[in-house]
């Protein structure tokens, strides 16, 4: 029977065709026949199926049916032929399918160069020295010759996938600058045209270009290192759990309804409840909140969290590309591969300076040309011109900021699906939350206890609430277990149809109800707690009276609970400046003691879920950027029709569908959050951006010898020094993004 494995995680085999838990990509067979090519496409379902895949050498998951140019780095697709054995292994084995094709390139490049070097008589000239025998004088122009052809290829093969997409760039310009080195100094050798051939320089040149190359494109794979990192997260097996027996399996072999015994300390495979047992599992690796989420039966856990002190068993619930690991991977790759408006200004600016390179190079040939310059130096002038005018700094310049960015906010519990999101996100003037299920848990809680002895009321309650369903009930007892009051036992239990309950605890009748069940007893409340009551009611809350034979010994008030962070969201939000205002459905009341307990001025109540929309533009009308907030499908128009929508993560599907960005905590702290990384992320594109063109702005007079009257002319090898060093900085500078404080 065939066997199905990952192309990217051999390790991973299963029986059945799937999806790889670790990194979402197809599983394939291992016993796919060589007559198909092997070139079914694994990560992109466009690709054809049978016949050649082009593929990039620097990120193999990007495949095209075409020629083209990888979106990621702007090198050329490579026409590839892999059978799906041969896939299993490619990602270990060819090392053009990381940065180590640059680094092997760039070190036998270095060592072919350092004979070049040696041999070159301008080289000999500068340090005084003459080493020479018979034939010695060709070793400069076979040593450049080979690092032409081995270390200059990657280029010349990317500047043709540039010019066949008719978008001529970096590569275009290096390659271009690379070629004028060899044709001229090939035909200096040959003894064609007269000279100072150009070997040493071309042989610096290629070694340097490959040098910038390698940090460049390790800096870029570190910065999309998420997907990576997502990946690490889940454990290759996972302990089955059946007929009272556990036993190890593949996590790919795991099946929804499946029962799965998670250890202490132990990684959880997959989605899913738990069923038995009780712990703390940590979600910080998902979601950014750092404290431990309590388990119980019934609770929910996510697979790659990391379970703490005590055993669960749980039951699959979600495999593969289905679990909210795989659909934050995709989350996050499709916010990679996504521009921002100032993305796409940087790749005009990139795409226009190629032009004005050339231009340049052209101006440069015909002014020294005309100034009656040797045909050498004019060469060596526009070469220059060509390499050190490559906008590798401009193309990098954003892309690794988005990749960093996107990154951070990641590991934050910020999950970002569209980059114009989070772009836009430091120009938001009002955050507009929705109120039940974003500020609040969108679930009954106990929000406060009026009674002399509050400990002994609230046990008295938990005692009867302790057996029912009820959402009231069920609020009390949790709330009691949670505040660790003493045990009550009740006996003789009975419902009270439409008023509450009454059951027996330390011989005496006790009740629990609302105000129906004071009217049947023929209670009246003192004027303390009738005043309490009224206003706890006006507020929208729930009041529930505990009543010991004929005496009210206090009330138990219960409400949407308002969560934890909320009020810190929106503090935070005030001091950034912001305009806060909340959204919701319910009355006026409840609106308003939500609002006041949070320092919300703003807020509408009573508004129909099809008007929430509505709202929002109210609040556009005079120009407000505005970022809606929220978490069920009612508030999906309102996110869509927002300048920014922001779901909560365990709000509804159709939400997040509609959000820009989801807080996978669902902690409203996230939203100020985004908007300080959006802040960070645009003044580190500024930054980039201003080094880049500044860089080519003062370098290309240099480079056409402008400066030659004073003595001071700018070698091609210097110029690609220089060039690579103006990359390392842009790259340098987005790393400090990483220190951003959310």
């Known amino acids: ?322 679990t909210a690991l795989a659909g934050i991977m995709k989350i996050v790759e499709d916010a990679q591969t996504s521009k921002s408006k100032t993305q796409v200004l940087a790749d005009k600016a990139a795409f226009y300076l190629t032009f004005v390179a050339l231009g340049a190079a052209l101006l440069t040939w015909i002014g020294w040309w005309i100034a009656g310059a040797s045909a050498g130096f004019i060469f060596e002038r526009v070469v220059t011109v060509l390499v050190i005018a490559c906008p590798h700094a401009l193309g990098l310049a954003i892309p690794l900021v988005t990749a960093i960015s996107t990154t951070l906010a990641a590991k934050n519990g910020l999950l970002v699906r569209e980059r114009m999101a989070l772009e836009s996100a430091r120009n938001i003037d009002v955050v507009l939350f929705d109120k039940t299920g974003t500020l609040t848990k969108g679930e009954q809680g106990v929000v406060d206890i009026l009674a002399k002895d509050k400990g002994r009321t609230l046990s008295l309650a938990a005692a009867l609430e302790r057996e029912s369903e009820h959402p009231i009930a069920k609020a009390i007892f949790q709330y009691a277990h949670g505040q660790n009051v003493p045990e009550t036992h009740a006996t003789d239990f009975s419902a009270l149809s439409g008023r509450g309950v009454r059951a027996k605890a330390g011989g005496k009748m006790v009740y629990v109800g609302g105000p129906r069940l004071l009217e049947e007893l023929k209670l009246k409340l003192d004027s303390e707690l009738q005043k309490a009551a009224e206003e706890a009611s006006t507020d929208g809350k729930t009041v529930v009276y505990v009543v010991e034979d004929k005496t009210v010994l206090g009330a138990i008030m219960l409400a949407d609970v308002i969560r934890e962070e909320s009020k810190e969201a929106v503090a935070r939000l005030h001091d950034m400046g912001k305009r806060v205002a909340m959204l919701t459905g319910d009355s006026k009341g409840v609106a308003a003691w939500v609002a006041k307990e949070l320092g919300i001025k703003e807020y509408f109540a009573e508004v129909l879920p099809e008007n929430k929309a509505e709202t929002v533009k109210k609040l556009q009308a005079d120009g407000s950027r505005v970022a809606m907030v929220g978490d069920g499908v009612n508030d999906a128009p309102a996110l869509t029709q927002a300048n920014i929508g922001i779901a909560i993560g365990a709000g509804t599907d159709v939400a997040i569908e509609s959000a820009g960005i989801v807080l996978a905590s669902s902690d409203p702290r996230g939203v100020a959050k985004i908007v300080t990384l959006s802040k960070a992320t645009y003044r580190k594109m500024l930054q980039n951006l201003a080094w880049a063109t500044g860089y080519n702005a003062l370098a290309i007079p240099l480079a056409a010898g402008v400066t030659s009257g004073i003595g001071f002319v700018l070698s091609p090898a210097l110029g690609a020094v220089l060039m690579s060093l103006s990359t390392i900085i842009v790259a340098i500078n987005a790393q400090f993004l990483r220190r951003i404080k959310l």
């Open 1 to 322: 029977m065939a066997k199905y494995t990952c192309p990217m995680h051999p390790e991973v085999i299963s029986n059945e065709p799937g999806v790889c838990p670790k990194c979402n990509m197809n599983l394939v067979s291992d016993d796919t026949e060589d007559e198909t090519n092997g070139d079914h496409d694994h990560s992109n379902p466009s690709a054809t199926a049978h016949g050649s895949v082009y593929a990039c050498p620097m990120h193999p998951d990007v495949t095209s049916d075409k020629p083209g140019m990888c979106p990621k780095c702007h090198m050329a697709l490579e026409k590839t032929k892999r059978s799906s054995h041969d896939q299993h292994d490619h990602h270990d084995k060819h090392a053009g399918h990381n940065p180590n094709m640059f680094k092997q390139k760039f070190w036998l490049s270095l060592l072919l160069t350092i004979p070049t070097l040696i041999f070159s008589p301008m080289v000999q000239s500068w340090f005084g020295v003459h080493l020479a025998f018979a034939g010695s004088e060709y070793i400069p122009a076979v040593f450049g010759i080979i690092i032409f052809f081995y270390g200059g290829l990657v280029f010349l093969k990317s500047a043709k996938a540039e010019l066949a997409a008719r978008q001529p760039g970096m590569m275009t310009l290096i390659s271009m600058a690379i070629t004028v080195a060899f044709i001229y100094s090939s035909l200096v050798t040959l003894k064609l045209v007269s000279g100072m051939d150009f070997w040493w320089e071309l042989a610096t040149l290629v070694t340097i270009m490959l040098l910038g190359h390698w940090l460049e494109m390790a800096s870029v794979e570190s910065a999309q290192g998420a997907l990576n990192e997502l990946a690490k997260l889940l454990p290759d097996e996972a302990e089955l759990v059946e007929h009272g027996e556990s036993r190890k399996v593949s996590v790919s072999q795991l099946k929804v309804g499946d029962a799965v015994l998670v250890r202490p300390g132990a990684q959880v495979p997959v989605d899913g409840k738990v069923i038995k047992g009780e712990s703390e599992v940590n979600e910080s690796m998902l979601t950014g909140e750092s404290r431990p989420v309590k388990k119980i039966v019934g609770a929910e856990v996510i697979g790659g969290t990391i379970n703490a002190n005590g055993a669960l068993t749980i039951e699959v619930t979600k495999v593969g590309g289905d």
